[in-house]
């Protein structure tokens, strides 16, 4: 019998696998995104946190940018009155923007008070960069004052992000859209290790050089756009893009275990070792998303080498208006392991 909450299948947090980060918390391996792409309003997005909350996702991927955190805030209250879930039972991550280099202390109280939090779980920085645009810009729009990868500038963020620890409104701090040689140098210097990385990851863009690494420093990588990002913003899109919900391997390994695509992808994010935070405003793949990691139908050794073999190194948000001048997107990505100036 299907267990349901106001007419809401419900599949609860138990059978979510968790990951443990090296300061001993415990990360739920499946989180909501709240990226809604410019597709959707800020109360459908937090709707959807309702919904996926009472389903049993314990886990929620927030940032600043997505402009959404108010109105997610007013759920969570609403959550917690009702009962529904306690704060300590939720994981929250929120992110500074890139606008906010020079202040993350007033950046990162601005994002608990419009969540309507004490703490946050996770607190990541969003991009290495300062370079920031308005929102719903077009490919073409470049940040003027955008510069590359200034260390000595980063670990001024993160002296302020090990200073949120410290300060007890943060719990964990780790980085995003991170690279091998950035993090080396971080490791080197910081303080406070950062206990996630979050990167894209899905079947086309696996990364296996850098989610090895990361998983050999004792970072747990959070694999954003698991799904391929199929609702990404235009600016976000090139005519060389691939989709992993489309590939013929994932199509015949979701038939044979009677799932969608969407779910191997999930399955194969999880078994793999890291955390998948798949977005949906819709409640029935919410629903399913969160039944393909807690479903105790595992991938076979055979299905995820066949997924390991459909590799495209095919990264889909390359952060082409965080560029600056005279810069490509690659040269964000330090693809030859050298940092680009
Ligand atoms: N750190 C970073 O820089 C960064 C960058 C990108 C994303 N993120 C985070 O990662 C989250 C997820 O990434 P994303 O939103 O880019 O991409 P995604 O989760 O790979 O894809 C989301 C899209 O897939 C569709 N979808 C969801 N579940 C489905 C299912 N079961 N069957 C078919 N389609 C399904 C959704 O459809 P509907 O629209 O119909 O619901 C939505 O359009 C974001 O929301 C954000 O929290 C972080």
Same mark, same amino acid.
């Given at each position: ?25 415990? +990360?739920?391996?499946?989180?909501? &995104? ?14 959807? +946190?309702?919904?996926?909350?009472? !389903? ?10 997505? &402009?959404? /955190? ?11 009155? /009702? ?27 601005? $994002? ?28 073409? $729009?470049?940040?003027?004052? @955008? ?7 980063? !670990? ?27 993090? /080396? ?23 296996? %050089? ?5 998983? $050999? ?33 994932? @199509?015949?390994?979701?038939? &044979?275990?009677?799932?969608?695509? @969407? ?16 977005? $949906? ?19 076979? &050794?055979?299905? !995820?080498?066949?997924?390991? %073999? ?16 005279? @810069? ?14």
């Amino acid at each position: 019998m299907t267990v349901t909450f106001e007419n809401q299948p419900v599949i609860g947090p138990e059978p979510v696998p968790k990951r443990k980060l090296y300061t001993g918390d415990m +990360v739920p391996a499946i989180g909501l &995104g709240t990226f809604g792409s410019d597709n959707y309003d800020n109360e459908t997005i937090a709707d959807a +946190v309702r919904t996926a909350v009472r !389903m049993g996702y314990r886990h929620i991927d927030c940032a600043s940018v997505y &402009g959404n /955190e108010r109105e997610i805030g007013l759920i969570l209250k609403e959550l917690f009155e /009702e009962g529904t879930v306690t704060r300590r039972e939720l994981w929250i991550t929120s992110k500074v923007w890139n606008d906010s280099h020079d202040r993350v202390i007033a950046a990162c109280e601005q $994002s608990l008070s419009d969540l309507g939090l004490d703490y946050l779980d996770l607190y990541l920085v969003h991009w290495p960069f300062p370079n920031h645009h308005a929102k719903g810009v077009t490919v073409d $729009s470049r940040d003027p004052h @955008a510069e590359p990868y200034i260390h000595e500038n980063y !670990m001024k963020v993160w002296r302020d992000m090990e200073r949120l620890v410290e300060k007890g409104l943060v719990r964990n701090i780790g980085t995003s859209n991170m690279t091998r040689p950035k993090m /080396e140098l971080l490791l080197r210097d910081c303080r406070i290790r950062p206990t996630v990385n979050e990167m894209e990851l899905h079947p086309h863009f696996q990364q296996p %050089a850098l989610f090895d690494y990361v998983v $050999s420093e004792g970072i747990v990588p959070i694999g954003f756009s698991p799904l391929g990002s199929p609702g990404r913003p235009e600016r976000d899109r090139t005519p060389e893009d691939t989709s992993p919900m489309e590939d013929p391997v994932i @199509a015949e390994i979701a038939r &044979g275990h009677g799932i969608h695509p @969407a779910a191997v992808c999930l399955k194969w994010g999880v078994q793999r070792g890291g955390v998948v935070i798949p977005f $949906s405003v819709k409640p029935e793949k919410i629903l399913s998303n969160l039944s393909a990691v807690a479903d105790g139908d595992p991938l076979t &050794g055979a299905e !995820m080498e066949a997924i390991r %073999a459909i590799d495209k190194n095919c990264r889909l948000v390359k952060g082409q208006v965080f560029t600056w001048p005279g @810069a490509t997107w690659e040269d964000l990505w330090d693809e030859d392991g050298i940092i680009k100036q």
